[in-house]
């Protein structure tokens, strides 16, 4: 099945800085890629998704890159503000036979620092 | 347009005793998925249901664990004689479509504790 790695565990930026994530997925079937952002208390919230076939999408600071070649995806964040602190995950969805379903990374911890 | 809706938001069961977790999807969407989240983890899935339909149940254990999601009324997750183990958050998510064609909206969870 599908395995998705997300890095790093962890990241604090100061406010203002960019802020990247990466994750890598294992199935070359793989054909959508979203982000969710978790707030404290709160399910996983849809920010930004792409499809393989498109390289990059950008909405406002948020952007999201992926490399089919390498199998691997990444969320870039401009500008951060303190809001933009929570959990953000990747996922990979393949959506053939029996796979349908999102396989997610382990989630990263995104600290900004007023 | 109401999102996702869970309830109970928080439940706490005894070892042994039932769980009963509701989510009612989005309008108009008729695909369900249920994941389970461990503390500082990240999502697994468990089950994916059409109307009176399993579509795909990979993620659930073998035991104890069901699901349903009827023609009328919320779906429902059922996890019997519960242990300390099931302690965890689980969300329901739900789209229009098969993911690929649609996204996933997730509602806000049932932090299931089980002491």
């Known amino acids: 099945g599908e395995n998705v790695e997300q890095h790093p565990s962890t990241l604090s930026v100061q406010e203002g800085d960019s802020a990247v994530i990466k994750c890598t997925y294992s199935d070359s079937a793989s054909n959508y890629f979203p982000w969710y952002k978790q707030e404290l208390g709160k399910g996983p919230q849809l920010i930004i998704d792409?499809?393989?076939?498109?390289g990059e999408k950008k909405d406002q600071r948020i952007a999201v890159t992926l490399n089919k070649t390498a199998k691997h995806f990444s969320l870039h964040i401009t500008e951060t503000q303190p809001e933009d602190s929570a959990v953000y995950f990747c996922a990979a969805f393949q959506g053939q036979g029996s796979a349908r379903q999102l396989t997610f990374g382990s989630g990263t911890q995104l600290t900004v620092l007023p | 347009n109401a999102g996702v809706m869970q309830n109970p938001r928080h439940l706490v069961r005894r070892r042994g005793q039932e769980a009963r977790l509701r989510c009612s999807p989005m309008?108009?969407?008729?695909?369900v998925y249920w994941y389970r989240q461990l503390p500082e983890e990240g999502l697994k899935f468990m089950v994916y249901?059409?109307?009176?339909?399993?579509?795909?149940e990979s993620g659930m254990p073998k035991e104890r664990f069901s699901a349903e999601f009827p023609k009328e009324g919320p779906s429902i997750l059922r996890i019997q004689q519960v242990v300390r183990g099931d302690s965890a958050a689980y969300f329901c998510?739900?789209?229009?479509?098969?993911?690929?064609?649609?996204?996933?909206?997730f509602g806000n969870g049932t932090r299931l504790t089980v002491t």
């Open positions: 249901l059409q109307k009176e339909n399993i579509i795909d």
């Open positions: 998510a739900s789209s229009t479509t098969e993911t690929r064609s649609s996204p996933l909206h």
């Open positions: 792409i499809r393989s076939n498109v």
């Open positions: 309008k108009g969407h008729s695909h």
